[in-house]
């Protein structure tokens, strides 16, 4: 889920990485009071502070093991999600198969009653990009389906997302926006080095993009760091800016591009959530939460711990456990 799920406040200042909307001129996602807003929490044995900005939640190995729980449950729910989508099913049935999973398993839907969403997962379909409310909405052949999942254990939190395409397969440039989405953000998470910096994983999910073609790449949300509360800080964008704060061992990341086959710009609907691009383009959206261990990425939501993918790029893998 990007930074961060709250309705629109217009007219607003940007969060507290406006720095990053500053450097380039870009419009940002407005944030409201409880919504990742400057989060001050420190908890574990280890925490990072910058004077002047937000602190860094850094998580001891024994609460990574508990943000792997809620990955798992994320990740398993979205396979659960995954099988259950096809053509004439509604977003709010997948909504409830969701909700099922996600309790099932011992956990708390992360999304439910945040900031007045009112349900567990978010369902954008074609040209919607993310926030999607699900309700009556029928699913058809063809369709682009992105389903954003979160779920807590003891307190700790798990986000990610998957794009489908409904039945048989959808139209070969939506398939590959897809592809080209899901890829970005395996090459963002493997960009990610102790000692390097956010801006990294940015420009290497914006460079991914740009590669594969002619894109928009969603500018006003972002991928955000997670643990404790689902949105804290950094902020992740997906296109290049300032370095960032420095990647250390146990700060935990969502990275998430959202990408589209028109314009990179958006506008909010009359719900004052659901997010569609502004030219009725279609928009893909993949995300992951990882961390960094000493030995490398390991992503939480993935149930193979990223290994696959982190591997086939060359990049160290480092999980606690699995």
Known sequence: MDASLVPVVRGQGAGPSADWASSK????????????????????????AVLGRPRLEIKTPEQLLLMRRAGLVVGRTLEVLRATVRPGISTAELDAVAEDSIRGAGAVPSFQGYQGFPASICASVNDEV????PGSRVLAEGDLVSIDCG?????????????????????????????????????????????????????????????AGHYGIV???????IGTAMHLAPDVPNYSGPRGPRLVPGLALAVEPMVTLGTHRTRVLDDDWTVVTQDGAWAAHHEHTFVLTEHGAWVLTALDGGEAQLTARGAPFGPLAD
């Open 25 to 48: 001129d870009r419009q940002r996602r407005t944030r409201a009071a409880g919504a990742g807003l400057a989060p001050r929490i420190r908890t574990g044995r280890h925490a990072l």
């Open 130 to 133: 993310v926030h999607g409310i």
């Open 151 to 211: 779920a807590i254990v003891e307190g700790w939190h798990g986000d990610a997302a998957i794009t489908l395409a409904v039945g048989a397969g959808t139209t070969p440039e939506a398939a590959q926006l897809d592809r080209v989405t899901e890829r970005a953000m395996w090459d963002g998470i493997a960009a990610a080095r102790t000692g390097g910096r956010v801006g990294d994983i940015s420009r290497a999910v914006e460079g991914s993009v740009q590669g």
């Open 219 to 225: 500018e006003d949300y972002t991928g955000h760091g």
